[in-house]
Antibody
């Protein structure tokens, strides 16, 4: 059974870079059938797709975050990572990683990691 | 960007009743690329439906999805106690801008 687990600091200072890693177990991140995505949810608010990556390294980002987002993949570790630069309090959220399925980057997501709360505060 | 509007915001029903949730898109969703998720407090979303009407693995048949173009519906035929949660729709036909709706909370009346 595929499982995803987010890891990284729970507290980031304003203007710094948020970094999270998603470790995939029970399956290979190098499968040609899947994509790997990051989605976030501010406390009490809606879900927002951040971006997705294919095992080859191809990426798609939400245009509203594109200038600050980098998603990378490490197939040797079965992990993919998120970096979000120049964070503000508005970036405080639970960050989820998830497996994407569908044609090209037209993805639905299943399963999801349990989520990692990241708070931006000095 | 395709904006998804879910209604109602909150649905108050009793166990055993039928729940009908709406998701309306600001423009046509390509190839009916619409998914539905269930989220319970403190948990990650769980995929229920993709392709507007295909149930995900392990999802009970009391959950069904329908619709096309700009209007989509999630129906729960008979609410079980574990079905009280927040439900989100997501369109994935408009990459690179995948979007989610604002959610419908199904609460116990």
């Amino acid at each position: 059974q595929l499982q995803l687990q987010e890891s990284g600091p729970g507290l980031v200072k304003p203007s710094e870079t948020l970094s999270l890693t998603c470790t995939v177990s029970g399956g290979s991140i190098s499968s040609s059938s899947y994509y790997w995505g990051w989605i976030r949810q501010p406390p009490g608010k809606d879900l927002e797709w951040i971006g997705s990556i294919y095992y080859s390294g191809s990426t798609y980002y939400n245009p509203s975050l594109k200038s600050r987002v980098t998603i990378s993949v490490d197939t040797s570790k079965n992990q993919f990572s998120l970096k979000l630069s120049s964070v503000t309090a508005a970036d405080t959220a639970v960050y989820y990683c998830a497996r994407g399925r569908g044609y090209h980057f037209n993805n639905w997501f299943d399963p999801w990691g349990q989520g990692s709360l990241v708070t931006v505060s000095s | 960007e395709i904006v998804l509007t879910q209604s109602p915001g909150t649905l108050s029903l009793s166990p055993g009743e039928r729940a009908t949730l709406s998701c309306r898109a600001s423009q046509s969703v390509s190839s009916n690329y619409l998914a539905w998720y269930q989220q319970k407090p403190g948990q990650a979303p769980r995929l229920l439906i993709y392709g507007a009407s295909t149930r995900a693995t392990g999802i009970p048949d009391r959950f069904s999805g329908s619709g096309s173009g700009t209007d989509f519906t999630l129906t729960i035929s008979r609410l079980e106690p574990e079905d009280f949660a927040v439900y989100y729709c997501q369109q994935y036909g408009s990459s690179p801008r995948l979007t989610f709706g604002g959610g419908t909370k199904v609460e116990i009346k």
